[in-house]
């Protein structure tokens, strides 16, 4: 069984198009984030819900709207794409908020090439 | 925030030789330095952490060192292998920053037989 899945893991759109990203944990975590990965490897955070609460918001561009129905999961919506957020987007989770007390469990990834 | 800065960006050894990696954060408040592994394809994969209370740590053939003062830590994997070959991220995380992990910008470690 995954413990973080991702879907998909491929997508290729048009910009100016709407999409979205599914993740769901099925380790029992209650925190969930949103990372994304540039053409140089660097992994950024974007979003972090615990028990479906928003507790981290990078300086994303309000185009990127995260979306936490049941602690289990955390999708993320992307509006009007641009060329820009071409990258790798992972998922992952924690057991709780407070990172320092265990590991991320990261999915697969999710690759996002805007045309 | 917190500022984490990771060297070098590429690394090549040969196998049985041992690899270092370092990094730096800037945020004093920092607790928590995990390593990440990743391999082609695929999401990075916890390997060893270290907790501010703790100088080294060690796992087999990785080990880790903190030193608080200088607000650097490195990992040392001795007797490398060729599937050690992946990328490898350091991180650090405080409370001030709801404990989110902030990377360093990764190492691509190569590992020829």
């Known amino acids: 069984d995954t413990a973080v899945s991702q879907t998909p893991k491929y997508l290729v759109t048009q910009m100016g198009n709407d999409k979205s990203i599914k993740c769901e944990q099925n380790l029992g975590h209650d925190t969930m984030y949103w990372y994304k990965q540039d053409s140089k490897k660097f992994l950024k955070i974007m979003f972090s819900y615990n028990n479906k609460e928003l507790i981290i918001n990078e300086t994303v561009p309000n185009r990127f709207s995260p979306k936490s129905p049941d602690k289990a999961h955390l999708n993320l919506h992307i509006n009007s794409l641009e060329l820009g957020d071409s990258a790798v987007y992972f998922c992952?989770?924690?057991?709780?908020?407070?990172?320092?007390?265990?590991?991320?469990?990261f999915g697969e990834g999710s690759r996002l090439t805007v045309l | 925030g917190e500022n984490v800065e990771q060297h070098p960006s590429t690394l090549s050894v040969q196998e049985g030789d041992s690899a270092v990696i370092k990094c730096t954060y800037s945020d004093s408040a920092s607790n928590y330095f995990p390593w990440y592994k990743q391999e082609l394809g695929k999401g990075p994969q916890l390997i060893i952490d270290?907790?501010?209370?703790?100088g080294e740590k060690k796992d087999q053939r990785i080990a880790v060192t903190l030193n608080k003062t200088a607000k650097h830590f490195s990992l040392h994997i001795t007797e490398t292998q060729p599937e050690d070959s992946a990328v490898y991220f350091c991180a650090a995380s405080h409370p001030n920053s709801g404990y989110a992990l902030n990377f360093g910008k990764g190492t691509s470690l190569l590992v020829t037989p």
């Open positions: 992952a989770s924690s057991l709780s908020r407070t990172g320092n007390t265990g590991e991320l469990f």
């Open positions: 270290i907790r501010s209370n703790v």
